[in-house]
């Protein structure tokens, strides 16, 4: 990723931090952008923007390009998981379209405003993050947060085999559970419990080995790899039964 420019969303979540600390690592100059006005990423810069509102993103990479003269990759991982989300026999339809204006919107309109520049440098990395349950049904239902993650997968596959012959890859990174403040303020410890007996490693995963799998992704070490879900859930999807130590 060495002197390679790139633009993470939800920089100051903790996937999105974690992301902007690997990409620095590894050479990035890194503009982290977040809802929220928060200028403690460790970004090299920090831009505040309402991803669902299509002037605000193609001003926000407008401005990096007039800013640092080029757009190498895209960390498309912005994202919420609201809490009035819940069964499809109780949704609320305000609710899921404001999941799906966050989720899924908004990876589109940064892909319809960032890939453009992408491209005038001849190409580079986009990865949208997804989440397991684009795969996996939940008994505990976010009908909301599935339907948008499922259609961030689609629409990476769909884009990634769209612009390949423009020097373009796009994939999904599809976290499993990771620790985090947002699922610490979604679960009661009783559904952390109902969620664990799954993982085969007895652990939630860590915004860290999330952002490791999406530096593979970004960088030149995946340059033949398009149109591909990453699953990053240690285990999950491949288990029936898990150890019971």
């Given at each position: 990723?060495?002197?390679?420019?790139?633009?993470?969303?939800?920089?100051?979540?903790?996937?999105?931090?974690?992301?902007?600390?690997?990409?620095?690592?590894?050479?990035?100059?890194?503009?982290?952008?977040?809802?929220?006005?928060?200028?403690?990423?460790?970004?090299?810069?920090?831009?505040?923007?309402?991803?669902?509102?299509?002037?605000?993103?193609?001003?926000?990479?407008?401005?990096?390009?007039?800013?640092?003269?080029?757009?190498?990759?895209?960390?498309?991982?912005?994202?919420?998981?609201?809490?009035?989300?819940?069964?499809?026999?109780?949704?609320?339809?305000?609710?899921?379209?404001?999941?799906?204006?966050?989720?899924?919107?908004?990876?589109?309109?940064?892909?319809?405003?960032?890939?453009?520049?992408?491209?005038?440098?001849g190409g580079g990395s986009v990865v949208n993050t997804a989440s397991l349950v684009a795969r996996m049904g939940s008994a505990v239902s976010q009908i909301g947060y599935t339907a948008s993650k499922g259609a961030v997968v689609a629409m990476s596959r769909e884009m990634g085999v769209e612009l390949a012959r423009k020097g373009i890859r796009v994939n999904s990174l599809s976290p499993g559970p990771v620790q985090s403040p947002m699922l610490e303020g979604l679960f009661s410890a009783d559904e952390v419990a109902r969620r664990m007996v799954h993982v085969p490693a007895g652990r939630f995963g860590t915004a860290a080995e999330m952002a490791e799998a999406a530096l593979f992704l970004l960088s030149d070490a995946s340059s033949f790899v398009n149109g591909f879900e990453l699953v990053v859930d240690g285990g999950i999807s491949a288990a029936y039964v898990t150890p019971e130590d």
């Open positions: 990723m060495d002197g390679k420019v790139v633009v993470v969303t939800g920089a100051a979540g903790s996937i999105g931090r974690a992301a902007v600390t690997v990409l620095r690592r590894e050479g990035a100059t890194v503009v982290g952008v977040d809802l929220r006005d928060v200028d403690d990423t460790g970004a090299d810069s920090f831009v505040a923007c309402d991803l669902t509102v299509e002037a605000q993103v193609k001003d926000l990479y407008d401005g990096v390009v007039r800013r640092l003269g080029r757009i190498d990759a895209l960390f498309n991982n912005a994202g919420v998981a609201l809490p009035a989300d819940s069964s499809t026999l109780d949704a609320d339809l305000s609710v899921f379209a404001r999941t799906m204006a966050i989720n899924v919107e908004s990876v589109l309109l940064c892909c319809k405003y960032g890939i453009p520049h992408l491209i005038a440098g």
